[in-house]
């Protein structure tokens, strides 16, 4: 049993809220993007088939959306309960953001209740698809300004601190802060890609099972499209993210890449593990690739870690979660071009199963990736909660009993969690897509 240490409880309450909620949030930004192209396509072609996908990603995507406002409701609680100082400091900055992300909920919600009410309602069906471009927006902008409260948190700019009060804040410079860019379309750009896997992924399972209607060939066609336009974005984005690393969190980057000692010519190392005396065993360097993505010069200077103080070092753990990311992104973006490929020259008759197996293992391959990526976002920052500011065990609370409310929380994401399993698997099992297709007379 761990001893007690609210700082330490309250970093693994909001780390597993976080982790949960980052599962739905992706789904809720990301599966907005894949119905309006599904719907687009039905119009475009005249072709009932992406209707009917429209209809059923829109009944999933509503559990989602049900279970994500619990968890990021319980974001915003325990940011109040459990990092009570970081509020008392950041809240006038950050405040903007957060209430900016519960407007764009609120109309993501009001038209997607609209477009799921009026489904052929319309007798012109491109209205109906322009319902659903508000709910893409709203989506998409709810992702975008908690995303500036966590950039902020990483290059925090826009105000002046007097004995350790924020004055004088400024909170669109805040938004708009140095790590925006990079982290919001990132962030944006991989729940596009991981939601089109996800469903890729459950498509490829359903044709691996046997199911050969035109429907599962088409929902696969558009998926994989998709994700292989979204993978070159995030691959380009990451690129981005790197060279920001290096200009404002060179701290962050030397510990992601085990990069002790300032150098030119600064090798990228992947894979293996360190010993105690930090000697790198069986990684593999790639010669001139970290000073590449750094600063695009395979000669240029990359800092490392000699030029910080220990006890301002993020743990080395990082490198980890920074290698699992980045080669789960690899794989996603060969297998997704690989299919546009294979489409492009009409060999799609040669997906074998295990072509679809790698297929169906991106959908949880690329929910794990942000998963990971988030990790190292986060644990990266470290010991930091406002970079440069305020270290973490700072901004916690002093309260007791943080460690009930873990079993409590933890109990709660495990109900939510197995309840909407549950009840996406039986709505779809009660009603599959072969029956859908005989009951709207649709070949």
Do not use: C
């Amino acid at each position: 049993m761990l001893e007690y240490d609210p700082v330490l409880y309250s970093r693994i309450l909001t780390g597993l809220t976080l982790a949960v909620h980052i599962l739905y949030a992706t789904i809720g930004v990301g599966f907005p993007i894949m119905i309006a192209l599904a719907e687009w396509m039905s119009i475009k072609r005249k072709d009932e088939h992406y209707r009917l996908m429209a209809r059923r990603w829109a009944r999933g995507f509503v559990i989602t959306v049900a279970v994500g406002v619990v968890t990021g409701t319980t974001i915003g609680l325990q940011l109040n309960l459990l990092w009570p100082s970081f509020m008392q400091v950041a809240g006038h900055a950050i405040g903007l953001p957060l209430f900016m992300e519960t407007f764009a909920f609120f109309f993501e919600a009001i038209f997607l209740g609209i477009y799921l009410y009026t489904w052929d309602r319309f007798k012109n069906p491109m209205y109906h698809f322009l319902l659903l471009i508000p709910v893409a927006l709203g989506a998409s902008a709810s992702g975008f300004f908690i995303t500036t409260v966590n950039a902020f948190m990483n290059t925090p700019i826009g105000f002046t601190i007097v004995d350790g009060v924020m004055t004088d804040v400024h909170p669109l410079q805040a938004m708009f802060n140095p790590a925006t860019p990079t982290k919001v379309s990132h962030v944006l750009s991989s729940a596009y890609l991981t939601s089109a896997f996800a469903l890729a992924s459950i498509t490829a399972v359903q044709i691996l099972r046997g199911k050969t209607h035109i429907y599962y060939k088409k929902a696969l066609h558009l998926t994989m499209t998709a994700a292989a336009i979204f993978a070159v974005s995030t691959v380009i984005i990451g690129d981005l993210s790197g060279k920001f690393l290096a200009e404002y969190q060179p701290e962050k980057l030397a510990a992601a890449e085990w990069h002790f000692e300032t150098s030119t010519e600064a090798p990228l190392i992947m894979g293996g593990y360190l010993t105690e005396d930090n000697e790198v065993k069986y990684g593999i360097e790639v010669p001139y690739a970290l000073s590449i993505l750094a600063h695009s010069d395979p000669k240029a200077e990359v800092i490392g870690l000699d030029q910080f103080p220990v006890d301002e070092q993020p743990p080395l753990i990082i490198h980890y979660y920074f290698d699992t990311m980045i080669a789960i992104g690899i794989f996603l973006t060969l297998i997704s071009i690989l299919y546009v490929v294979l489409s492009k020259s009409r060999k799609l008759n040669q997906l074998n199963k295990p072509f679809l197996w790698s297929i169906a293992a991106g959908g949880p391959l690329a929910f794990l990736a942000i998963e990971m990526g988030w990790m190292m976002a986060e644990r990266g920052r470290q010991p930091w909660i406002l970079r440069g500011l305020m270290r973490t065990e700072e901004g916690a609370t002093t309260a007791a009993h943080v460690d009930t409310m873990l079993w409590v929380f933890a109990a709660l994401y495990i109900l939510l969690t197995v309840t909407s399993v549950i009840v996406i698997r039986k709505m779809f099992k009660s009603n599959p897509v072969e029956r859908e297709l005989r009951d709207r007379g649709i070949e």
